[in-house]
């Protein structure tokens, strides 16, 4: 008697672009679609689904996701039944305008309605055309209508879209009520919102049988979390002490942090919880006030240096890195230059630099004049940037022969470009303060945390080499000479959790 033969699963391609919100976002998506029977392909042109998750920050990343739509056009008229989808926060602030630039797109989703991408791509199956699901605008429904519109809470999970298998993201919050003139965030992503503790606590321990070592806490000002219920008040530092007695978790981080909520209490418990890793990213944007102000950063240079100063008191050695927007409107040479003094005296482990570009819909859009020549944004751009890797490169240099507990994230990029095949390749993974190191290694060494030897730096990466056991042996005998015990055995080789510069 014959078997019944098996449907062809249906085959889903997915781009993604911008934060790390947006890669959560494709997770969750990719999550729901395998239960109606998707699987991943890389080929977009055996694909029945393609989607592409956008950014909105910058109009590079825009124009960047409508050109990569537009050469599906032939694919599309080659399988017209083939349906295509934007997402995420570019079709939240573009809406109709998507159908409109690129008219063979099936359905646009903004950020706050990923849920429903299963039940519009049977839609498209079925002949429905320009489906359209964006969340409320932030006046077009009570507060709590326009929350809920922008809820994207899902506890669905797929370990294969993850950068490694053990590292995975953990929203704690979503939308932002900061309203910076030069960002589209609040109105793509919605009001500031927090997720539920217990939530967080429950999805974590999923994560963490799902295999992953290092959870990082995402929100768009992450250290502003803030969870109500009754009288009781859960902030971010009574969440990561929730969280650090979870077994399989042995690395927990968190971004992006707002200068003014980093506070003492949250510094502490980072201090004192040995699974809270040493690394901060808080944007500073910019080194003047004038410009701070005309931003809407809500602080002053001279909070920001504060902030630095009770960091440093608390946690010392940690590594900071920030974010910096040059050629904002009216920014002048001098106000450059305090934005150069500022990267000289925070002496960031690493900072993020862009130039200024006009986000329709932001206040900076209605009120303020692009006046900097393009030119010139470039020109600072490349002037921080220099100043931002001589920093880098004169901080890791201070790392050269010393020892850091490693998470091995797996093959290096050059390895992958190189095409290395086989167990021995270069490995790469990151140190407790987010410093990128790679070696030669073995792809056993995946997912473990391993003890490096720094052998040489350069600005962005660390070289290193792993020391054999008997390498390790032979070295704790040497540092013992004259100790009245020496001890041996695994358990002393084993990698400790290691706060402070590293």
């Known amino acids: 008697m014959s078997q019944p033969i098996s449907p062809e699963p249906k085959r889903l391609y997915i781009e993604t672009v911008g934060c790390q919100m947006n890669v959560l976002d494709s997770e969750m998506v990719v999550a729901a679609l395998r239960k109606d029977g998707y699987v991943l392909t890389q080929d977009p042109a055996q694909a029945d689904a393609v989607l592409f998750n956008t950014c909105s920050v910058r109009e590079h990343a825009e124009e960047k996701a409508y050109n990569n739509v537009f050469r599906l056009k032939q694919l599309k008229l080659a ?5 295509i989808g934007v997402m ?10 998507v159908f409109d630039r690129v008219p063979f797109v099936d359905l646009v989703v903004g950020p706050g309605q990923l849920h429903r991408i299963p039940e519009l791509i049977e839609g498209a199956r079925q002949g429905e055309r320009h489906q359209l699901a964006v969340s409320l605008s932030r006046r077009e429904g009570s507060a709590e209508e326009i929350k809920r519109s922008h809820e994207t809470f899902d506890p669905l999970r797929d370990p294969q879209m993850r950068p490694t298998p053990f590292q995975a993201y953990l929203r704690i919050q979503i939308g932002c009520d900061k309203f910076c003139t030069y ?5 793509t992503r919605g009001p500031e919102q927090g997720r539920s503790p217990e939530e967080i606590v429950r999805e974590a321990k999923i994560l963490a049988e799902q295999g992953a070592k290092e959870i990082t806490l ?3 000002t992450v250290n502003s979390y803030r969870w109500v219920d009754g009288q009781r008040t859960t902030r971010l530092a009574d969440l990561l002490q929730m969280l650090h007695p979870i077994e399989g978790i042995e690395r927990i981080k968190f971004v992006t942090s707002y200068p003014k909520d980093m506070t003492r209490e949250l510094l502490e418990t980072v201090r004192d919880l ?17 410009v701070l102000k005309r931003m809407k950063r809500g602080y002053t240079t001279s909070d920001y240096y504060t902030m630095m100063d009770r960091i440093r008191d608390v946690l010392p050695g940690a590594a900071v890195s920030s974010d910096f927007i040059v050629g904002f409107c009216g ?18 482990k690493n900072s993020f630099i862009y130039q200024y570009s006009v ?7 209605e009120l303020l004049t692009d006046d900097i020549p393009e030119e010139v944004k470039h020109r600072r751009n490349l002037d921080l940037l220099a100043v931002q890797n001589q920093i880098s490169l004169e ?10 507990p490693i998470l091995v994230e797996g093959p290096s990029k050059w390895s992958v470009r190189k095409g290395q095949a086989g167990d021995l390749r270069q490995m790469t993974g990151r140190t407790p303060c987010d410093r990128i190191v790679v070696w030669d290694g073995h792809m056993r060494q995946v997912g473990e945390i391993l003890p490096v030897e720094v052998t040489d730096v350069y600005a962005f990466t660390m070289l290193g080499r792993v020391r054999t056991v008997e390498q390790t042996v032979e070295q704790t005998i040497e540092q013992s000479v004259g100790e009245p015990e020496i001890v041996f055995g695994l358990d002393h080789l084993r990698s400790k959790p290691v706060q402070g510069a590293i």
């Open 79 to 83: 399988n017209p039944d083939m349906v």
């Open 88 to 97: 995420g926060c570019m079709a939240q602030k573009d809406q109709q305008t």
């Open 183 to 187: 960002c589209i965030v609040p109105m």
């Open 218 to 220: 995402l929100g768009q």
């Open 274 to 290: 040995p699974k809270c890793m040493p690394y901060l990213h808080v944007p500073a944007q910019s080194g003047s006030d004038v």
């Open 331 to 348: 920014e002048t040479e001098e106000d450059f230059q305090e934005t150069v003094e500022m990267v000289k005296r925070c002496r960031f």
């Open 359 to 365: 986000r329709p819909g932001t206040k900076g859009a």
């Open 395 to 404: 901080d890791n240099l201070t790392f050269l022969g010393k020892e850091v």
